[in-house]
């Protein structure tokens, strides 16, 4: 049986980083319903985890051209580890947790500049926005996170909340706007400079009474912005000025919300592809197995990747072609090799 407590973890932070759906907006939206997912392929995972430390079961996953961080999400000692995926060699770890100067907690928001190795994060004990330079923190077991974006521009006059970053350059951050007016809960897309703390809102979104909560993933060099839905099964691809350019429904696609149901929780994008985890199980208790359904980059379904265990988190390596995934099982870290 897997572990629920990991589960609802993981659901969780899927939520926080969720918003809601937009509305088709002007223009031409093409719609396409997508009614099998049948090309299903049973697939075992390439362990790694002799090259990797114990880790925690809640592990996400980010890739940084060669080199992949691994949050640990219950980690009380160093929450983020840096592997080799080419020399299959764990490099280190760093972000000590704690709560004093330079240290990190309830970390969330990532976004990178893979260019620079340098990782970004919203530090939840000081509601700042901060650095780690990767090679510096690794090299430096006293190496402390750097505030670089104030409260001020991220939690505005009107109480915007910007989260979900997607890092396109020093001056454009791709997120999500969560605008709590009246006691309603409205979410947008939007960009972000980090520089000037100017927010703009690129596409407007619905409100919580909807029910509608998707996870997000940027491919800049495809213009992409991809939108997958938690409470529905719907993939949504958006360019990066916002303009909605296309919605596919899948074959378990209801127009009404069902609370009870989760269906895609976890993404990534990589070598002209998207990767999406989907549950589509009731109650989470119950799960038995992950599909991974992997789509091109117009949201064409290309086929469905089974494994017994449960998905954590995904990262996509370019230079291998290898899909890296953790899992809540044995083994508990490994990849699929995809191209």
Same mark, same amino acid.
């Given at each position: 049986m897997l572990r629920i407590k990991t589960i609802t973890l993981m659901l969780s932070a899927a939520f926080m980083l969720a918003l809601c759906?937009?509305?088709q907006g002007a223009g031409s939206?093409?719609?396409? /319903?997508?009614s099998e997912r049948d090309n299903i392929e049973e697939v075992? $995972?390439?362990?790694?985890?002799?090259? $990797? @430390? @114990?880790?925690h079961n809640g592990t996400f996953l980010w890739m940084l051209g060669d080199t992949m961080i691994m949050q640990d999400l /219950? *980690?009380? &000692?160093? $929450?983020? /580890? *840096? #592997?080799?995926?080419r020399k299959k060699r764990h490099l280190g770890h760093f972000g000590k947790f704690g709560a004093g100067p330079g240290e990190v907690s309830n970390f969330g928001g990532q976004f990178f500049d893979s260019r620079n190795k340098k990782f970004y994060g919203l530090n939840g004990n000081s509601l700042k926005i901060v650095?780690?330079?990767?090679?510096?923190? $690794?090299a430096d077991p006293a190496y402390k996170a750097v505030n670089v974006i104030d409260t001020k521009p991220v939690y505005g006059e009107n109480y915007d909340i910007l989260y979900d970053f997607h890092y396109i350059n020093d001056s454009l951050l791709i997120c999500s706007v969560h605008v709590p007016y009246n006691h309603i809960e409205e979410f947008h897309l939007g +960009?972000?400079?980090p520089k000037t703390g100017e927010k703009r809102i690129i596409d407007n979104l619905g409100h919580q009474s909807t029910g509608n909560s998707n996870v997000m993933t940027v491919s800049p060099e495809n213009n992409l912005i991809a939108l997958f839905g938690i409470t529905f099964d719907r993939?949504?691809? #958006?360019?990066?000025?916002?303009? +909605?350019?296309?919605?596919?429904?899948? @074959? &378990? !696609?209801?127009a009404e919300y069902d609370q009870k149901t989760h269906y895609f929780i976890n993404l990534t994008a990589g070598g002209g592809k998207l990767f999406g985890v989907y549950l589509n199980q009731i109650p989470i208790a119950e799960i038995t197995h992950s599909d991974i359904i992997i789509f091109d980059m117009h949201?064409? !379904?290309l086929k469905t990747l089974r494994l017994e265990d449960q998905v954590i988190g995904l990262a996509y390596n370019e230079s291998t072609g290898r899909l890296y995934v953790s899992c809540d099982g044995d083994p508990q870290f490994g990849y699929i090799q995809i191209d």
């Open positions: 759906a937009c509305g939206v093409q719609t396409v /319903h997508q075992t $995972l390439v362990s790694i985890d002799d090259s $990797l @430390p @114990p880790l /219950h *980690a009380t &000692d160093w $929450l983020f /580890h *840096a #592997f080799d995926v650095r780690l330079d990767i090679d510096s923190a $690794l +960009h972000f400079n993939l949504r691809l #958006f360019d990066l000025n916002g303009n +909605h350019i296309k919605t596919i429904t899948g @074959p &378990d !696609y209801q949201g064409n !379904y």
